[in-house]
């Protein structure tokens, strides 16, 4: 690998900074409910810096079950995530900037690190409200695990959980970045 980056890799690492920015701007991840009663279904929708949604709806619903309400209160990752992320979109320009390929592939790995505690948290955030249910609530349920990506059934109602533009704009930053470096270790 060389020490510094081609003008084309500066390129694609500063195209990737300004998508990782841009990511900050729309949704990551969502949740759609569907149930005989709600057929055009009831989203939670997760910007990096706020929820969205028919999130009234659904904590009222929930209530029956026993589940903790839904609120950007709950989530103090809401708070902090947009400057992590922005930060993050800085360095890499930076980094382009200064073209030493070694830095950029620690950021690289940075990066790694960050999607894979971002997943863990989602789990972890969602383990949380399926598990720890009131035991004294009006209806009662087995305590369940709603999937990060995919589908789930509880009572009536079908869940359907999914990325959204903003996680596929940071998966494109990430790519690229992984593009620039692969091309990188040619020379």
Known sequence: MSKTMSVSSVILSCISAVLLGVSIFFPWWGMNFIAPQYPE???IIVYPYKMDGRIDI???LNH???MQEFSEETF???TYLPYIVGAMACLILIVALVK???LML???AL???GGVLGLYDINRWLTTFGTNLDPKAPIQIDPFVPPIL???TLANFVTHSYFATGAFLMGASYLLLVYTLWRERKK
Do not use: A, C, H
Request: no cysteine.
């Open 100 to 102: 030493r390929t070694k």
């Open 106 to 108: 620690m950021l690289v």
């Open 41 to 43: 279904g009831l989203d």
């Open 64 to 66: 029956y079950i026993g």
């Open 58 to 60: 659904i904590n009222g």
């Open 111 to 113: 990066f790694s690190v």
């Open 150 to 152: 995919g589908e789930n």
């Open 76 to 78: 103090p990752e809401l």
